[in-house]
């Protein structure tokens, strides 16, 4: 499991942003104003590994556009009898570029771009863009921004209009310029999403 697999996984699961390794963007691909929603991510989330439920994330629709998400992080069993849950918030909105989905989040302690896919299964994975490639365009100047490189890895923030960095998203390949983790790799923390079905 990556640095950059177990970022990502806290960023999606918990909308954390800690130091390095992550790319921030001063601008969306699209304006929230008028946004829409995406249906199929209505509905309260958890995070399935090892069967084990220890995270959940809400989206409804905003009344200002957009969706409203609501992360709920639980402590784990030696935390509980000292600690409440966790709670974050964002907005998130849906654009689509050649067919595929990506979030524009905003959040407390910055804004990002998220690639996201619905599977046929109802499921629902994540990613965060790959910071590496995103540095060296912006060294070559091929896209606007600065970086710092960090502990973890560089950080990366995007400076450039919406119009050239969803054209730099098309011209890499897309959600290939995102990280979503190895599907053949048992171990890798996937940014996969079930939705939660409520037990007595």
Same mark, same amino acid.
């Given at each position: ?146 970086? /710092?490189? !960090?502990?973890?890895?560089?950080? @990366? ?5 919406? +119009? &050239?960095?969803?054209?730099? =998203?098309? /011209?890499? !390949?897309?959600?290939?310029?995102? @990280? ?5 790799? +048992? &171990?890798?923390?996937?940014? =996969? ?8």
């Amino acid at each position: 499991m990556s640095v950059l697999q177990i970022r990502a996984a806290f960023v999606l699961l918990a909308l954390l942003v800690l130091p390095g390794c992550l790319v921030q963007t001063e601008t969306f691909l699209s304006e929230r104003a008028g946004a829409g929603i995406d249906e199929r991510l209505i509905g309260v989330w958890t995070v399935p590994h090892n069967q084990d439920e220890t995270g959940f994330l809400f989206v409804r629709a905003a009344k200002e556009g957009g969706m409203d998400v609501l992360t709920m992080e639980l402590p784990d069993d030696d935390e509980k009898k000292h600690q409440s849950p966790k709670w974050d918030t964002a907005i998130a909105w849906p654009t689509e570029i050649d067919g595929l989905g990506y979030l524009n989040m905003i959040m407390d302690d910055g804004h990002l771009i998220v690639a996201y896919r619905v599977n046929a299964d109802g499921s629902a994975e994540f990613g965060i863009m790959n910071p590496e490639p995103l540095k060296k365009a912006v060294e070559a100047g091929r896209i606007k921004g600065r970086f /710092d490189d !960090g502990f973890l890895g560089p950080d @990366v923030t995007l400076t450039d209009t919406a +119009e &050239n960095i969803a054209a730099f =998203i098309r /011209d890499n !390949g897309g959600h290939r310029l995102f @990280v979503f983790g190895d599907p053949e790799n +048992e &171990n890798d923390m996937r940014l =996969i999403l079930v939705r939660h079905r409520l037990t007595r």
